[in-house]
């Protein structure tokens, strides 16, 4: 049976968190994922990626790691996730703390979504190049991984530099919490297969196919195994083209996704509602 979830960018104006997870483990999903943007910059010279203007969601992001803490403390099987936390935007002794810490209070229900980030001013805010943001990426995930599961952990990279020290708590899942490589480029298999524990891609435009054959080289050529990878795909009504949601699912598990989850727009709790519930007669037909 496959896995359902939901995506959303929750703001001061959507339902709450807290409320949103509590509907959504009601109602048969699976797991919640929230997306971070700390801060937009007003000098907009970063196009949105998807085109046209940018949506007002986006000035308006809660911190995902208090937003997932409210939906888990209210919950008792859902897992939890960011979709995508940007490393680039974080020190890596502290986001190690607060995954660890959010790990500890949902007793192991953190998936961990990341991403580098598109916006070139919102990263430099932060002290990261933009042609650096994967290779910064990288090193702080490693870094983080010595903290999680090393007593004394310490690490000397380019990006990050940390002499012995202690951290705790570790997380409650061996290893730390998986890390999913949220992106879509021939870069991001290679990076899965590096230091990755899945992918979820978003299902617009790219060949899912493709990127899947890459990955299954990739994995082998490092000794490992797909059986290893979380393979979790983000999509909705408005991405699955004229078949539908209903034909499309059953090809995304057919290539090998485990996870589905369901993008559901930042707007006024009147409006995603109906959304929602749309969603769970939907995955009540894969029951």
Not at 109 to 137: C, P, Q, Y
Not at 201 to 220: M, S
């Amino acid at each position: 049976m496959p896995d359902f979830g939901l995506v959303t960018i929750p703001t001061h104006e959507t339902i709450p968190p807290a409320e949103f997870g509590r509907w959504a483990e009601a109602h048969g999903f699976e797991s919640v994922w929230f997306g971070e943007h700390t801060h937009i910059p007003t000098s907009r010279k970063t196009p949105f990626p998807l085109g046209g203007e940018l949506p007002e969601c986006y000035k308006q992001f809660f911190d995902p790691f208090i937003a997932l803490t409210a939906a888990a403390a209210v919950t008792t099987k859902l897992k939890v996730g960011t979709s995508v936390c940007l490393i680039t935007e974080h020190p890596p002794i502290t986001l190690a703390k607060t995954v660890s810490c959010l790990d500890r209070v949902s007793n192991g229900r953190f998936l961990f979504g990341i991403g580098s980030g598109w916006n070139v001013e919102e990263m430099a805010d932060h002290g990261v190049a933009f042609k650096d943001r994967w290779k910064v990426t990288r090193e702080r995930v490693l870094a983080m991984r010595e903290i999680w599961t090393k007593e004394v952990a310490e690490f000397h990279g380019q990006y990050v530099n940390f002499d012995p020290l202690w951290c705790w708590p570790k997380p409650v899942q061996a290893g730390g919490p998986p890390v999913l490589i949220g992106a879509m480029s021939k870069w991001a298999i290679k990076r899965t297969a590096e230091y990755g524990n899945g992918w979820f891609p978003l299902d617009a435009g790219y060949d899912l196919a493709q990127g899947l054959a890459e990955l299954r080289v990739e994995a082998d050529r490092r000794g490992r195994s797909m059986k290893e990878f979380d393979l979790s795909i983000i999509t909705a009504y408005g991405l699955a083209g004229k078949k539908g949601l209903e034909a499309r699912i059953p090809e995304l598990l057919e290539l090998g996704f485990n996870r589905i989850l369901f993008l559901i727009d930042a707007t006024v709790p009147e409006k995603q509602w109906p959304i929602l519930e749309r969603y769970e007669k939907l995955i009540g037909t894969f029951r």
